[in-house]
């Protein structure tokens, strides 16, 4: 028999540094999730992508018990990642903070496949590209 879905929290947490502080301890002990049993499954999962921000979605059933996917980290984070740059333009229109290759946008994209609500790389692409954008960077070809 199924278990009843009591609610889903989406975090964003380091990879293999999850600890009970907050976020995460406010947004599990609210909904009655043991909190040092998801750091520990956390932690051990994620120990090849130590540091790197990564989504998680944590479904918390009815009788406190969890299951949760760790995703992709965000694109932005990739960018910044890549390119070797702290962080992304404050006026990502007037001030740009350097450039992107096609190259770059390939690999993220196909990094972030799973997760994207798109069925080719082109489109991947091309949505890895706003978001480059929007960070300040300029892209080339497009």
Do not use: W
Request: proline letters at 6%; a positive charge; one cysteine or more.
């Amino acid at each position: 028999m199924a278990k009843e879905i009591q609610a889903f929290i989406k975090l964003q947490v380091k990879g293999g540094q999850a600890n009970p502080a907050p976020p995460i301890g406010p947004a599990l002990g609210s909904k009655g999730v043991n909190i040092m049993e998801f750091c520990k499954q956390f932690n051990a999962r994620t120990q090849d992508r130590m540091g790197k921000i990564l989504p998680v979605v944590i479904t918390v059933y009815s009788d406190k018990s969890f299951d949760f996917i760790i995703k992709t980290p965000p694109v932005h984070a990739l960018l910044m990642e890549y390119t070797k740059k702290q962080s992304g333009s404050a006026e990502p229109n007037r001030k740009k903070i350097g450039t992107v290759s096609t190259d770059i946008i390939r690999k993220i994209a196909e990094e972030k496949m799973p997760d994207l609500n798109c069925f080719t790389v082109e489109s991947a692409m091309s949505m890895v590209a706003g978001s480059a954008k929007s960070a300040g960077f300029k892209v080339d070809g497009y």
